[in-house]
């Protein structure tokens, strides 16, 4: 921050375990909504709220816990066989996600009852 304003740097490497793959943000929120609702069995990301508020559920298959994410300097590292659900996004919310790998369908799973199992086959 100087006179000018606030500028923040997201490399690799700094503060972030992985290489970034893809960046993408979600925004134009009408109220209401809730998002997420999935794990990814491979993908790690970092979520940043840009502007407004959101609150982040994550949960490993045994405990909940929830952040809320309201400080552009502030971020959320969410690792692989992280069930994640994304609720109460303020109408001006603009949430980045930098992600540690492309878009693939097949890394998500998007069924509670099969994350759970897939989380304990992962514990043994
Ligand atoms: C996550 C949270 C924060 C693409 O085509 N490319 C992409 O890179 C992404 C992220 C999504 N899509 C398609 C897949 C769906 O047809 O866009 C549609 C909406 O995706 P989804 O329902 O997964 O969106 P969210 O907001 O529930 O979750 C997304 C990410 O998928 C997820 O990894 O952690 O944002």
Known sequence: MD?????????????????????????QFTGGQSRGFHAHRDLKQLLICLKGRCEVT????????????????HGLVIGPMIW??????SQDCVLL??????????DYIRDYKMFIKEAK???Q
């Open 84 to 89: 994640r659900e994304m609720h109460n996004f």
């Open 3 to 27: 006179d000018r304003g606030s500028l923040v740097v997201i490399e690799n490497g700094d503060g972030i375990n992985f290489d970034i793959q893809r960046i993408y943000f979600l925004s």
């Open 58 to 73: 994550c949960d490993n298959g045994t405990q909940r816990e929830t952040a809320v994410l309201d400080n552009p300097t």
């Open 97 to 106: 996600a930098v992600a540690s790998q492309k878009y693939d369908e097949g």
């Open 121 to 123: 086959n992962a514990e």
